[in-house]
């Protein structure tokens, strides 16, 4: 047994030999600072930088033949090694975490967004790892192509070696800016961390409306009607930023507090005319409350909260006390359970359910369920091959019937009661999008439930039968609903016909009809809730969505039909403040662009501008949503292009029919529209005096390597059929990229970004940034830390439009709205401002 025993460790220690020496061979070097390696002639460098938020334990790389690099301890901020390495094939492999209870976990990176090449000679880069924890129990991570503080890196501490090599981007698409700013740079001395910076915003000289104000949030969130019609439970925001559901007597006309708390209510759902349901903020924490009778214009009620988190799947009308319930057990399986609605103090039955009880059987991999009218479990939203598939059957037998798609398709909004319908929307082999009804027996469209030609249908009404009687649409920027039944027609003919010149929605109605909760706004008009009773033929306003806006005045909007450079025909929105005179015109282009579109609706960003006297035009231009699809493909690979024509007529057109001042116009947009702002000053210099990007794109090829929309396999054809492919379309590419041009864009710019971006990353700006520096033309810039792409932050807002409000003032001056806002603030006592939270030091981190 002793000679066995030796012979097993021989083979042991001579397995870890191989091993060592395996890892040896493949193993990368490190380079320290200032180090000049002798390279081998089929070696390169490889910069490998981890840029997250919470320590990292180990992340591995590895090439064909296993563990190349083990990066150990990466710390939160962004952690980059230099390695030699020999040429060919790497990935990033596997992360290591440890969690807040002291587990490790690891994650092992699949995606070919992770995947590399190192090139002998060249000193590559494959983006930064980039870690975010979005809750104790999870993390996000990508990979994102910030390469231009790679570059400052390189550049200070490996200057000899970035002096002599090329650098290279080595992702999915090629990246031609380092060797394009490497030229711009070349005899510029000037400390790369001193060209960062932008300048602080002006000051307005006076805002006719705050935006503290404009953007106060609305003080309603949600509304319900119960089955009877006669409670109305609604979600509050109250003056001190807690959150309250109230309930409304409308028989009484009585309000009720049922209870106040610092977490928002995300739904409010009736089970029966006494049993209200509500969810947390977070969608998966629910309550129940039990409503009694009235005494003295007061209900009694019960509070029990429901134990455990999930999601409600069905409310299971037709059955007393009972509900359906789905939640991850301590495995991460899906189940689901009927949850009887009883209990003292907590309604536990989710809480202690069993596993093996489960409903749902006969299908993996399932993150979501949906019943049909008698509570049977019918369909559900599978991960089959890393991708969103539907399977429907019954008893635990499924099938697939479709899978989701990164463009076109069947996207669903309805089972019907039966579960043998599938109710959803599709533009395949249509001229738009329709509403329709899909078998999931045949895997086919079975029939058009609605069409109207060249209008894209928006959602659809359903009723408790689960079937539809409503389609919604936008028509010349206003909502429509389009009943199906003359009665409702007439119903709706009638509401517009109390309220002209506004939008009016029915947002819940009761069982019988007879009581209706109305949404009625206008493009100067901030929304109201109204309670409609048909049997006493009276309307009665329940709620001012914003109240801090009942009181003030706003611009209405005017439809322009223009026709673009080629004969296409476009709508577009003027809102025209009040005055005599021309006015100077802010041009707003929205974002997207694909599938994205303004409408004539209140408009908080358009009414603040308007409110300083600047008219804002506002463009749906082709690729814009709600037109048919050959409107919305007419976009596709017409960035900076043709979609820049459709703006350039609607500006002709505004500045032609209305009192204009054309020699005082700015351009300001967000996301697409940034860009837009930006290439538009471009191809017509001399026509703006200052342009405005909010998260905007300056190249781009840097979309396909640094946003979350170019991740996924499944979309990037979509992608490179919209965009364009950087691998075969560069030249046309940087031709219609700001960040190419930055020598023309003379005039005044503002940008602001959050540097969280994850759909248009920071490395925009910081690049134009730069480039601006260079040429000693610094942008003002707002720079907001743990802001993504879109500002929900109270503060951040304010001072992101504080700032545009005065960046436009200085640029287009003042108006007689500014003259006696400032005439009212001097007669006004002294208020301290906040702290701000942004910076102008925005390039380089």
Avoid at 211 to 226: C, F, G, I, Q, T
Wanted: proline fraction near 5%.
């Amino acid at each position: 047994m002793a000679r066995t025993g030796l012979s097993g460790k021989w083979r042991a220690l001579l397995a870890l030999a191989l091993l060592l020496l395996a890892l040896d061979c493949a193993a990368m070097r490190k380079i320290d600072p200032g180090e000049d390696p002798k390279l081998a002639a089929d070696e390169g460098l490889l910069v490998l930088s981890v840029d997250a938020s919470a320590t990292i334990a180990a992340v591995r790389v590895r090439d064909d033949d296993g563990v190349a690099a083990v990066l150990n301890n990466q710390r939160p901020g962004r952690n980059v090694t230099l390695y030699a390495a020999k040429a060919g094939n790497y990935r990033w492999a596997e992360m290591d975490l440890v969690s807040w209870t002291g587990q490790r976990m690891r994650y092992t990176l699949t995606s070919d967004e992770y995947r590399f090449k190192v090139t002998a000679g060249k000193i590559v880069y494959p983006g930064d790892l980039i870690l975010r924890p979005t809750s104790w129990s999870s993390t996000d991570f990508h990979i994102a192509n910030r390469s231009l503080p790679i570059l400052d890196w390189l550049e200070k501490d490996h200057a000899a070696l970035y002096a002599r090599m090329k650098f290279e981007y080595s992702g999915l698409y090629p990246d031609p800016f380092p060797e394009f700013y490497r030229a711009a740079r070349a005899g510029n001395s000037t400390p790369s961390d001193k060209l960062n910076d932008g300048r602080e915003p002006p000051k307005p000289i006076a805002v006719p409306i705050a935006a503290e104000v404009m953007w106060k949030p609305d003080r309603v969130a949600e509304v319900s009607l119960n089955p009877a019609g006669d409670l109305l439970a609604e979600t509050v925001r109250d003056e001190d930023g807690k959150w309250g559901i109230n309930l409304i007597d409308l028989v009484e006309g009585q309000v009720q507090r049922l209870v106040t708390s610092t977490a928002a209510v995300d739904e409010l759902m009736w089970k029966d005319s006494r049993t209200l349901i509500t969810a947390d903020d977070d969608g998966t924490s629910y309550t129940v409350y039990r409503v009694g009778g009235s005494d003295n214009g007061k209900r009694s009620f019960k509070r029990l909260p429901i134990g455990g988190t999930g999601n409600i799947v069905d409310l299971l009308p037709g059955e007393a006390n009972f509900i359906l319930m789905e939640g991850f057990d301590s495995r991460g399986e899906l189940v689901v359970h009927r949850v009887e609605l009883v209990g003292d103090k907590e309604i536990s039955g989710f809480r202690t359910a069993k596993s093996r009880d489960r409903l749902n059987v006969g299908v993996s991999k399932d993150i979501g369920w949906y019943a049909d009218g008698n509570g049977q479990l019918r369909a559900a939203v599978v991960i089959r091959d890393e991708t969103v598939t539907l399977v429907h059957g019954r008893d635990g037998v499924y099938q697939e019937v479709l899978r989701s798609q990164a463009e076109g398709g069947f996207t669903p909004a309805g089972l019907s009661f039966d579960g043998n319908t599938i109710y959803g929307f599709t533009d395949d082999e249509r001229a738009q999008r329709d509403l329709v009804a899909f078998d999931p027996a045949t895997r086919k469209v079975s029939r058009t439930v609605f069409s109207k030609p060249g209008i894209d249908i928006r959602s659809a009404i359903f009723n408790e039968q689960r079937e539809p009687v409503a389609a919604r649409y936008y028509q010349a920027g206003r909502l429509v609903t389009e009943y199906f039944d003359e009665a409702n027609r007439k119903l709706n003919q009638t509401l517009q016909a109390a309220f002209p010149g506004r939008t009016v929605a029915v947002l819940d109605r009761n069982r019988d009809n007879k009581q209706l909760i109305l949404w009625v706004s206008a493009t100067d008009h901030p929304p109201q809730l109204y309670h409609l009773d048909m049997a006493q033929k009276r309307a009665s306003l329940l709620e001012d969505v914003a109240p801090q806006l009942t009181d003030l005045a706003f611009a209405p909007a005017h439809l322009l039909n223009v026709k673009s450079s080629d004969g296409l025909p476009i709508e577009a929105f003027l809102t025209l403040p009040p005055g005599s005179g021309k006015r100077p015109l802010v041009v707003f282009p929205h974002g997207g662009p694909i599938g994205v579109s303004d409408r004539l609706t209140f408009n908080r960003e358009v009414q603040f501008v308007a409110a300083q006297g600047y008219a804002v035009l506002q463009i749906n231009y082709r690729g814009s949503d709600g037109y048919g699809k050959a409107f919305r493909e007419a976009g596709h690979r017409n960035y900076g292009r043709l979609i820049e024509d459709d703006i350039d007529a609607a500006i002709r057109a505004a500045v032609a029919a209305y009192p204009l001042d054309e020699s005082r116009m700015c351009t300001l947009g967000a996301s697409y529209g940034g860009y837009s702002a930006m290439v538009s000053a471009v191809r017509w210099p001399g026509r703006f005096r200052c342009a405005i990007s909010l998260s905007g794109l300056s190249d781009r090829a840097l979309f396909f390597t640094a946003s979350d929309g170019a991740r996924s396999a499944q979309a990037r054809p979509m992608l490179e059929r919209i965009m364009g492919d950087p691998r075969t379309d560069m030249a046309e590419m940087q031709a219609t990229s700001p960040l190419y041009h930055f020598h023309e864009l003379t005039l005044p710019v503002m940008l602001l970004h959050g540097r969280e971006d994850v759909r248009v990353d920071f490395e925009h700006t910081r690049r134009l940034v730069r480039m601006f520096n260079l040429e000693q033309h610094p942008p003002v810039l707002l720079a907001f830390p743990d802001m993504g792409h879109g500002f929900s932050d109270r503060v951040a807002i304010d001072i992101a439009w504080t700032g545009i409000a005065g960046f436009l003032q200085q640029n287009l001056g003042s108006t007689p709205a500014i003259a006696e806002a400032e005439a009212k603030a001097k007669a006004a006592p002294v208020v301290v401002a906040p702290a701000a939270t942004a910076s102008g030091q925005g390039g380089g981190k």
